[in-house]
Nanobody, 127 residues
């Protein structure tokens, strides 16, 4: 079992930056690929960013590419999502997810590929 706890969500203005953290505990964190997803009111949960457990491979949704950066610190069992130039359309609950990875270079973008989820942290961007 892997337990995930997100933090860092807040109410910010458009153009601001925010960093989300996801602390993991439980089984060997360093063999899990990690991802961030988000869900806005009335919408389905969508992929935001993913990273391999080695940290060497990352992938982003087109809507956040160039503004968001995902990173991983295996020594701290923590994955981060740095969000810059936030827009009102980024408003959502952000979820951290983990899945057992086939290799250190593998990342995953599908919701059903992930085994463990956090409870989410709210990000609200005002215009």
């Amino acid at each position: 079992q892997v337990q995930l706890v997100e933090s860092g969500g807040a109410l910010v203005q458009a153009g601001d930056s925010l960093r989300l953290s996801c602390a993991a505990s439980g089984r060997t964190f360093s063999t899990y690929a990690m991802g961030w997803f988000r869900q806005a009111p009335g919408k389905e949960r969508e992929f935001v960013a993913a990273i391999s457990w080695s940290g060497g491979s990352t992938y982003y949704a087109d809507s956040v590419k160039g503004r968001f950066t995902i990173s991983i610190d295996n020594a701290k069992n923590t994955v981060y999502l740095q969000m810059n130039n936030l827009k009102p359309e980024d408003t959502a609950v952000y979820y951290c997810a983990a899945c057992a990875a086939a290799s250190g270079s593998k990342y995953y973008t599908g919701l059903l590929e992930y085994d463990y989820w956090g409870l989410g942290t709210q990000v609200t961007v005002s215009s």
